[in-house]
C-alpha cells in the first residue's frame, strides 16, 4: 500500500494532457476509489446532504458557474493520517518546512479547482483576509491540496494547480513563516511543491476548502 501511495504521490505523471478547460463536472473520488486505486479499505460514508445540495448552487467565486463545475470532491478516510506521515516528514525535511498537518477523517474536501480570483499577487496575509469574505472556506492543508491533486489526476486525468502562478498557497508556513505552495508539474513528477521567500506580492493565489464540518458556504 505504501509503494502504492509513493508511485500516485511521486511518478504517476507519464502522459498527462494540458490542463484545458478545468471548469466541467468531474466525478467525485469516493470512499470506493480508496480501495480501487489505492488498496485501502474505508468504511463508507455517504455524502452529507448539505454539501450534496450545494454541489447544484452558483458558485460564490466564479459567475455563470455552479459549485461542481468549480469545485472537486473527494474523500479523506480515517486510516490516512499514519500513512501519509512519511511523505508529510519528506515535505518538511526537502523544503525546510514546518511538519505538515496530519488529516482527522474521515471527511469529504470540497475544494476549488484553482486559486480564486483576486487571490494572486497578495500577500499571504491578504490572502487570509480575502477567505474570510466566504463563510464556511479556509486555505486548503498541504495533505488536502496533495489528495485533491493526486486523486484527481488518478481518476479523471485532469491537472488542477498547474504552472506558475497556478498554484496554491497552503495552511502551512515554511519554518522562515513563509507560505507554502503546492501544484501539480508537467515535467515528469507529480507535484511541485515550493516555499516563498518574502511577505511580497506573489503570482501563487488560494485555493479554498471546505466540507468538514460547514453548513453555511458562500458570500457573507
Same mark, same amino acid.
Given at each position: ?24 463536472? $468531474?466525478?467525485?473520488?469516493g +470512499?470506493?476509489?480508496?480501495?480501487k486505486? #489505492?488498496?485501502? =479499505? ?6 452529507p /446532504?448539505?454539501?450534496?445540495?450545494y454541489l447544484?448552487q452558483?458558485?460564490p467565486?466564479?459567475e ?5 463545475q468549480?469545485h ?13 506521515s ?9 523544503y ?5 498537518q ?8 470540497l475544494? $476549488?479547482?484553482?486559486?480564486? +480570483?483576486?487571490?494572486?499577487g497578495?500577500? #499571504?496575509?491578504a =490572502? ?6 466566504? /463563510? ?5 492543508k498541504?495533505?488536502?491540496a ?9 481518476k479523471?486525468d ?9 498554484q496554491?498557497?497552503c495552511?502551512?508556513?515554511s519554518?522562515s ?12 513528477k ?6 516563498t ?5 506573489e503570482?501563487?493565489g ?9 453548513v ?5
Amino acid at each position: 500500500m505504501i509503494d502504492s501511495l509513493k508511485t500516485a504521490f511521486y511518478t504517476l505523471c507519464t502522459g498527462v494532457q494540458s490542463q484545458g478547460n478545468i471548469f466541467t463536472e $468531474t466525478a467525485e473520488f469516493g +470512499p470506493q476509489d480508496w480501495g480501487k486505486y #489505492f488498496e485501502i =479499505q474505508v468504511s463508507n460514508s455517504s455524502l452529507p /446532504s448539505h454539501l450534496r445540495s450545494y454541489l447544484d448552487q452558483p458558485c460564490p467565486f466564479w459567475e455563470n458557474q455552479t459549485v461542481k463545475q468549480t469545485h472537486y470532491l473527494f474523500f479523506i478516510p480515517e486510516n490516512l493520517p499514519d500513512d501519509l506521515s512519511h511523505l508529510s516528514n519528506s515535505v518538511s525535511k526537502l523544503y525546510s518546512c514546518k511538519a505538515a498537518q496530519s488529516l482527522e477523517g474521515p471527511y469529504w474536501g470540497l475544494i $476549488t479547482k484553482k486559486p480564486i +480570483p483576486d487571490s494572486s499577487g497578495k500577500t #499571504f496575509s491578504a =490572502q487570509q483576509e480575502l477567505i474570510k469574505s466566504y /463563510s464556511g472556506y479556509r486555505i486548503p492543508k498541504v495533505n488536502e491540496a496533495m489528495l485533491a491533486i493526486n486523486t484527481a489526476f488518478l481518476k479523471e486525468d485532469v491537472r488542477y494547480f498547474q504552472g506558475a502562478g497556478g498554484q496554491t498557497h497552503c495552511e502551512e508556513t515554511s519554518i522562515s513563516g513563509w507560505p507554502l505552495a503546492i501544484g501539480s508539474m508537467s515535467n515528469g513528477k507529480t507535484l511541485e511543491i515550493e516555499t516563498t521567500y518574502g511577505d511580497w506580492d506573489e503570482s501563487n493565489g488560494i485555493a479554498v476548502i471546505t466540507g468538514k464540518n460547514e453548513v453555511n458556504f458562500g458570500n457573507r
